[in-house]
């Protein structure tokens, strides 16, 4: 079983939509969460940190299951520029990345 | 503010050649960290370094030495280039170990051939 696993994706929707992403995780002695966004081509950048059941910063919302081992991402009001792919990342004592979730916004 | 800046940002190499990948963080991080990530793949930690003379493997270190002399500086060098090496790689640098976020550099794309 992988470490982080991730639906790859595409997740293709319209302008406006609510889409949401889940990972999960194996190793139960994981202690921090993170959801990075990752351009096509360029260097992932930090979209939110988890460190307790979850938080929310405008459209997007990120929870933590530690019974079941899983967190999500929810995108509310998609836009455009949320084109992109999400990368799920978990902390033991080291970052932990899955392979990402593409997500393509159409108008 | 620079933050993480790599240097080259492309480079093709011939089998068995060898060359450094520079990293130089201006944020006085203690923390940095070298990963590949390959077509489809998740970022791979290949060496990482908790500070100036300290320097540890990640998961895939084969092929690879790195060097801290210096907080700003940690140099990925390649000694003998294979085509699996073929890869983009980023250095990332941060202020404290996970699960402190960390700043990741634009990435150098690499191609052996």
């Known amino acids: 079983r992988k470490e982080v696993e991730q639906d790859p994706g595409p997740f293709n929707v319209p302008e406006g939509a609510t889409v949401a992403f889940n990972c999960t995780y194996s190793?139960?002695?994981?202690?921090?969460f993170f959801w990075y966004r990752q351009d096509c081509r360029k260097e992932p950048k930090l979209l939110m940190s988890?460190?307790?059941s979850g938080n929310e910063d405008g459209r997007f919302t990120a929870q933590l299951n530690r019974a079941s081992q899983y967190i999500s991402l929810l995108i509310r009001d998609s836009k455009l520029s949320d084109s992109a792919t999400y990368l799920c990342?978990?902390?033991?004592?080291?970052?932990?990345f899955g392979t990402g979730t593409r997500l393509q916004v159409f108008p | 503010n620079a933050g993480v800046t790599q240097t080259p940002k492309f480079r093709i190499l011939k089998i068995g050649q060898s060359m450094t990948l520079q990293c130089t963080q201006d944020?006085?991080?203690?923390?940095m960290y070298w990963y590949r990530q390959d077509p489809g793949m998740g970022l791979k930690l290949i060496y990482y370094?908790?500070?100036?003379?300290?320097?540890d493997k990640g998961e895939v270190p084969n092929g690879y030495n790195v060097s801290r002399s210096t907080t700003e500086d940690f140099p990925l060098r390649l000694e003998l280039a294979a085509p699996s090496q073929t890869s983009v790689y980023f250095c990332?640098?941060?202020?404290?170990?996970?699960?402190?976020?960390?700043?990741f550099g634009d990435g150098t794309r690499l191609s052996i051939l």
């Open positions: 990342v978990v902390s033991t004592d080291k970052l932990i």
């Open positions: 990332a640098s941060s202020s404290d170990r996970a699960p402190q976020p960390q700043h």
């Open positions: 944020m006085n991080h203690n923390y």
């Open positions: 988890i460190y307790s």
């Open positions: 190793n139960s002695a994981s202690q921090s």
């Open positions: 370094s908790v500070g100036a003379g300290i320097t």
